[in-house]
């Protein structure tokens, strides 16, 4: 995806990868965090489990594309963040959480200095095809050995092409981090369309919501 079509997606407000709630796979698995900051969030948009971050006394760093996204996690969250040069990008700070404005792509170790975690639950599965070995090299790059990385990747039978959000297989996901990281499958749990009927409106039957726990090697 270019930066482009982020930019749009917001512009439009077209944000249904957002979810309002925390994502009950970060409430159950929290502890695969360990207890270091910060907390790393990769494309983090608005997302509330920054929020539910910062009650659990971890410190966040995000990283964000949208300017829109960065002013509205920050409006809702009541807070007035200061903002200075970070390198070639915006820093965002509030009080427990900071989020760099900019591409992903372009940060460094320098930048971001030490990470204690990661937590992914919305940047892979919006990498297209293409983008996800680079994505998981870049994440490498970026982390100390032995560093967790809570990785959240639903999966489906939907067509490869068809996102974001992309079905990430587990093959895949062994594949493109199995190399400079140790991989476990922390939950897999099936959802239907009894449970979520809105998996119809996908030419879905089924969905695995799939929780991976990473370290780097």
Known sequence: MQPEFWHTRWHENR?????????????????????????????????????????????????????????????????????????????????????????????????????????????????????RRPYAAQMARLLAPGTPVLLIAPYSLKDPDDGPPFAVSETEVREIFGEAFAIEILQQERETVAQIPRLAEQGLAWRDEVVYGLRRL
């Open 15 to 131: 944000i249904g990868f957002h979810q309002a709630e925390v994502n009950r796979y970060l409430r159950a698995h929290y502890g695969w965090l360990g207890t270091a900051s910060p907390v790393f969030v990769p494309l983090c948009g608005k997302s509330r489990d920054m929020v539910w971050l910062r009650a659990a006394q971890r410190t966040v760093l995000g990283v964000e594309l949208s300017p829109l996204a960065v002013e509205a996690f920050f409006a809702e969250d009541g807070q007035v963040a200061e903002r200075r040069g970070r390198g070639e990008f915006l820093e965002y700070q509030s009080p427990g959480i900071t989020i760099l404005l900019g591409d992903y792509f372009h940060l460094t170790p320098d930048i971001v200095g030490p990470l204690g975690a990661v937590y992914d639950r919305a940047a892979l599965i919006a990498m297209p095809p293409p983008m």
